[in-house]
């Protein structure tokens, strides 16, 4: 699933990293403790979470994560975009609850184990 099709999923806005839109992600998760991240992510995933702290970029950054989304509205400080951008992650804002869009994402094929194929 492209990147584009996810904001549009979640009605979200994109905060930075607008150029990257075209990139496909394969699976995704839904977490506020970063140790699970740590755990159970794959590469080329979506980071939804309310959890608003560097260390989500820094922790995206290390599994290869392309793109984070910040929901229940919360919005990221300019330092934590500038370490995105810097980090080439796109960032994103919803206002739908992690359940929610979770769920949008998974209903709409984007599932946690996906083969990588382009969608």
Do not use: W
Request: glycine share 6%; proline share 2%; with cysteine.
């Amino acid at each position: 699933m492209k990147i584009s099709r996810v904001k549009e999923l979640l009605n979200a806005k994109v905060l930075c990293g607008e150029e990257e839109l075209g990139r496909h992600v394969y699976s995704a998760c839904g977490c506020d403790m970063m140790s699970d991240v740590l755990a159970y992510v794959k590469d080329q995933a979506v980071l939804l979470t309310g959890l608003v702290n560097p260390q989500v970029v820094r922790t995206a950054e290390m599994m290869d994560m392309v793109c984070i989304v910040f929901v229940r509205s919360k919005q990221p400080t300019e330092a934590i975009l500038t370490l995105a951008r810097n980090s080439g992650i796109v960032v994103m804002a919803t206002d739908m609850r992690l359940y929610e869009a979770c769920g949008r994402l998974y209903s709409n094929g984007l599932q946690k184990d996906d083969v990588k194929q382009d969608v």
